[in-house]
């Protein structure tokens, strides 16, 4: 039995709920799911500077919660904001959306599409696949609508952009399996999958079950050299109180 | 619940025992496991030549069992011996010890040193991990012992050789974790780990947990292009029998 | 005088005389050319099932010529189905179609573009061009086509849609230069060389002539390492008597 | 004339004020420089955890001042802390140091060593250096120093290993030039360079003389995709009052 | 104080005059600037045959005024030619026009189109992308015209025929900045930046910056290994005159 | 029959007579072999100087003999200096010793040392064998010689150093093959390769045989784009007659 937490980086309150609800879902029985944002930052992520900000929420509750006895972390952003900073503060296995996605794509596919909502993202997106090594086989596309889009009055329409997008990418990229791009389209990955043919690959789902395999056979992050603990030093102002302990 | 089959592509009746002993021990308490391996073929597998024989080991094995309903496979060897062609032959996941040992090595470590047996397989290891696209965080180093030296009276100089090559690694490599380079050392992992310090990746444990996350999702290898089903079509003599039904 | 076997890795009458005829109308006049292919196996090869069959075939003509005396050998497949177990098995130097046509085209073109019968090869073929190093210059397209429509009634249909993808390539990938990515393709070299007004190159004749080059100058594939012979071992089952002994 | 800001992330004032001192020493004489730090973070950068925590106190700068017209931004760390979230803050040229001593080295010599003090650095570095393309160039070595040993009395003891970190580079990478790894060694610069007898590139300084550069002729960061303006939204708790305005 | 030579390594007066011009007026006014060519070789560089006799051109230029106390030089020509050459003879930092540009595109955006006038630039400036390390994130197109048609009565097409290039590389490379492919355009980037509302990156103008730059820092080419001068000895004939006299 | 031009790009009258010597002892007998060098420029070269000008000398013989029908073309230099100009200037295949003795190497070995005589050629070697994609598979060693060791007096001490480099490299960087980076070592390859106890490659003999290939094929370089002929255009000066003429 492993106590796994699943952390929006975001403040999205209902975006954590769906987060959670899909988590206890398909989480193996077994496993215990948290399901946390931070008490402060911004009520979504898009781009470098919203990054940077959720980081250090996310940052936050680790250190809060990791006394509790955490046996991995998911971080419930396609970004895989913090994800770095997060292995250096415990040694609990971390997984992001993106990276736990494109390890279960890689197998089932020889060519993949990230479908991810802003054109803006694209570019940041296509740098996180080159740094988990999946360049070659693996291209990003943009559908043309928010994130939020997928909540409320425009799920629809947006559903409808992600499906011609998907679509677009399998016939013009050859993409034989599709990855959902957004933390927020958790649950729509079997709809798509009905309706496309291929398989379809959300971040959500797969990062909780690298981390439930991992936690499971208790595997830990390395501390030695790049995930080592921060070094103990002080921290001041607005960020007292956030500086390392255990270094 | 899934049932996964686990396979040992050489004809090695004690190897295939202890991976089904650690398989059965570390696999999800609701899933069931079976472990085999082919009725032809070579005693192990060291280098490309026996490689193509086992593959075809490996195929028959599918092929006889795939119908009883396999929700994911696992390919007992660290060479992934016949995995792209096993993703053909089945819609289920299918997943080499390398690949899977790889994708959890890349979320806990920065850099990592797989360690295998004999120099020989170096080079084609490197190729693997190429393949894989973990090149550039990844180093292979053999021990300078032959795989069998694992069984008997060679364990304990076999192990001795194993942990030398991987402290070697450790302070002139910078790895941060070390990766078992073949089946065969599944059962030392734990012994590897309390001796050097940092984490020890068993690729027959991390391609189990990768199976047992994909089957337990549902996901499925894409059929377009790559992993096809082969198209039907006679084979003769020696491999009449052999022949693809599905495509 | 040099000894070069060509070995048609499927069980295609038709096909290996067709290779026969191209390899022995292009060999220089002094060599000798054998064109073999195994007694068992598919009729042709199309994706990774069929070529783990194949490969062993391969194999089997290796072990029953090598002891007469060939001086090199040519996998008559632009899948380069088997060559690195065959580069074990013998010392003889080995070259496949594509390894071979690509070190042609990296001379005499800055960009080319690799035109094969049927898409599901694209994916396949971009991972052995990758392996290659040649993934930055070569592209892979396909004229929607089956690899037997080049021959009997379909053959002009088929042409016409290979010289299509050929002139679209041209135009839209800026390909200064065609390779044949199929075996069956021998023949038509000129033809379409004369119609496109750009370099063609076939694989057979590409892959004889660095055959016939590196067996002129006695060279050898290295025994150390990567291309080590195999070690001896039994075989069991359906392959006693494929065990190797050489090593 | 441009006014250039040069903002050390971190809370050390004597860093900051060494940074001014070079800073100004070497910036063209027609440009104004300031130096600035946060007023909130950690004491020094080492790793992920302090980067994530000081990116925020860089931002928070950035918004502070951007309004009084900067013409060019130096982040005056070598892990370029901030960088990709800075420009999307400010349509001025902003350059890290790592980046901008990468650019000189490549231009200056054909191999080239990163000297950093601790080996706790060696890896994100490594990553850096890929991220802008140089890896095939570069290679960092540590000195086995803590950065503030280069302050104080340790300061002779942290210069003279890092004078043996950098011979051993030149002799045992084939180093041609030698780049400093950390802001904190920007005014040995020419110590060293005298005496190793090659060039030694400081990335206060370059970075300096890139920005100066853009400055001049008027370049800004492109507003489209990657480095696009935040979106709007509000920002909660801790972080109220960084939320973006200018989206 | 610095003295930088830039030098159009063609005999084009016209072009020589022009390009003085642009890095008098941008040049930082503390700086003297000479603007030279050969005074023998092609008239335009189009293609490795014409660089080839350029190249010497060019060494010749700072064989004659390197002794007069240059401080850095800019090959004034987008192939850089003879950049590695020049490395060589001077230990001024020496410049061509792509690397400069890149340096400035790479710190601008995430991702940038190289627009050169003729199709058959496009494979050599892709290449030379490449040995940048900046071919991830750069493109190149053409606009289909002759360099010299910036001049002269063709110019109002050759610069239409460039803005449209430009905007579809916007639109479908998504490309977020523009890198002037040639010495010729000098003068319409400012033109170019206001119709298209992108960052226009000029090579002349970035190449005397990063020269400017490095001088002003004391920088010189390392005359270790890749850039060491030429070891002496006779040169003979046509080039008898031109030999090494420095190594 | 074909005819085959080689060309030693240096003056050095005794090199290019040993070169032919071996060209014509290895050349299939029924191939005329011309052995050729300039009649002005270098006696040697020795980095990026000295190839400038040795290009010039290669594209003056290639201008004076290409009208009276060569099929193909040797650049006897392991720099593969010109190579890339003199494909523009002919439509014969044009072959360099590395690229020729890469092409050899990657079939023969999985991994293989270029072992060059000064350790200045590393670095521009290096930068080749990137250039021909092999950068994964090759290391490049200096045996701490001259060029001109190899010959008279100092022949004994310099094929020792080569020796020892080479046995260093099979023991240390695991080479499996040995590449000769020196044309003028085309005469102890024989020798090496019975002292080392693995294949030689000699760049010389490779690209000979590469290049009869090619000529006996009828296979001619691609005139669109990349390699197109040199446009017409005057040339000045000293370089007044080698203006194209065919483009």
């Not at 952390?7 to 959670?20: C, D, L």
């Not at 919203?50 to 250190?63: H, K, N, Y």
């Not at 693996?138 to 409808?160: H, I, K, P, S």
């Not at 398989?199 to 595997?219: H, T």
């Amino acid at each position: 039995m492993s106590k796994i937490a699943i952390i929006n980086p975001n403040m999205s309150a209902g975006f954590t709920n769906k987060i959670r609800e899909q988590a206890r879902k398909i989480a193996f029985p077994h496993n215990e799911i948290l399901a946390l944002n931070p008490r402060f930052g911004p009520d979504s992520i898009e781009g470098y500077y919203d990054e940077a900000f959720a980081s250090v929420g996310l940052l936050s509750v680790i250190r809060e919660i990791d006394p509790t006895g955490i046996d991995g972390y998911v971080v419930a952003c396609f970004d895989d904001t913090g994800v770095d900073a997060a292995r250096c503060l415990t040694a609990a296995p971390v997984m992001g959306l993106c990276e736990g996605a494109l390890r279960f794509a890689q197998a089932l596919a020889g060519r993949y599409a990230i479908v991810t909502p802003m054109a803006v993202s694209v570019r940041p997106l296509e740098h996180l696949v080159r740094k988990y090594g999946a360049d070659r086989d693996c291209v990003v596309r943009a559908a043309g609508v928010r994130t939020l889009d997928f909540e409320g009055v425009q799920a629809a329409r947006a559903y409808e952009a992600l499906l011609l997008a998907a679509q677009k990418s399998l016939r013009e990229d050859d993409a034989e399996a599709i990855v959902l791009g957004c933390a927020g389209m958790t649950d729509i990955a079997d709809r798509l999958k009905a309706d496309l043919g291929v398989p379809v690959i959300d971040g959500v789902q797969a990062a909780i079950k690298m981390v439930e395999g991992m936690a499971s056979l208790k595997l830990a992050t390395s501390k030695h050299s790049t995930y080592g603990y921060p070094p103990a030093k002080p921290y001041h102002g607005l960020f007292a109180g956030f500086e390392p302990v255990t270094g």
